[in-house]
């Protein structure tokens, strides 16, 4: 059960890797990236301690928000103006500002989904190892059990699993499948951290 788990982290770990290098974003590549070996180490290798990794995924996080903060502050410095909206209040005509389409908004859900799990990963790893190495080998297994910190990393990490499968349920209606595909595999691999892996 622990080399599923493991497998299930590492799998959804590579399933985001690949999608952000086809998304051509060196921020996304870069977090996915040290996702991915954060992954493949907690779950099999056991060479770097928990806590950096909790670190670094948690720097990850943040640097993802301030880059999505960033990016929405230049869609909306390029946002055309035209004029006052209509006064019959309908926001058709000329003087309409289009609205992002509904996939468009969902890939940025996504997005911020994804830079928030970064630092609820790194709150897992914390307080229960989050991968089957540092629970095998006895490190961190109790540390922060029953603690706030837990009960918090927890019903983040269930909130954000449930979240990331309604976001892959939406765009696979969309024939979005990459991104359905990332969504699902952030929900597994926040779910697989969750689970017992003795």
């Known amino acids: 059960?622990?080399?599923?788990?493991?497998?299930?982290?590492?799998?959804?770990?590579?399933?985001?890797?690949?999608?952000a290098v086809l998304a051509r974003r060196w921020i996304g590549i870069a977090a996915a990236g040290i996702m991915l070996l954060a992954m493949a180490?907690?779950?099999?290798?056991?060479l770097v301690p928990g806590l950096a990794w909790a670190g670094s995924l948690l720097v990850v996080g943040l640097l993802l928000g301030f880059g999505l903060r960033r990016g929405l502050r230049e869609v909306?410095?390029?946002?055309?103006d035209h004029g006052p909206m209509?006064?019959?209040?309908?926001?058709?005509?000329?003087?309409a500002i289009a609205s992002p389409p509904q996939s468009d908004r969902l890939a940025r859900?996504?997005?911020?989904?994804?830079?928030?799990?970064?630092?609820?990963?790194?709150?897992?790893i914390l307080v229960h190892g989050?991968?089957?190495a540092g629970i095998e080998t006895g490190e961190g297994t109790h540390a922060g059990h029953g603690?706030?910190?837990?009960?918090?990393a927890t019903a983040a990490a269930l909130l954000l699993a449930a979240t990331f499968v309604t976001f892959a349920l939406l765009v696979t209606r969309r024939r979005r499948g990459l991104l359905a595909l990332?969504?699902?595999?952030?929900?597994?691999?926040?779910?697989?951290?969750?689970?017992?892996?003795?």
């Open 130 to 132: 989050g991968g089957t």
């Open 41 to 46: 180490d907690l779950a099999f290798l056991g």
């Open 86 to 95: 209509p006064a019959d209040g309908r926001g058709s005509g000329a003087g």
């Open 76 to 80: 909306a410095a390029e946002a055309p």
């Open 109 to 124: 859900g996504i997005a911020v989904a994804t830079a928030v799990a970064y630092p609820v990963m790194a709150g897992l």
């Open 1 to 19: 059960m622990s080399a599923l788990l493991g497998a299930v982290m590492v799998g959804a770990g590579a399933l985001c890797f690949c999608g």
């Open 182 to 198: 990332e969504a699902a595999g952030m929900g597994a691999m926040l779910l697989a951290m969750l689970l017992p892996h003795d």
């Open 147 to 152: 603690s706030g910190l837990r009960l918090a």
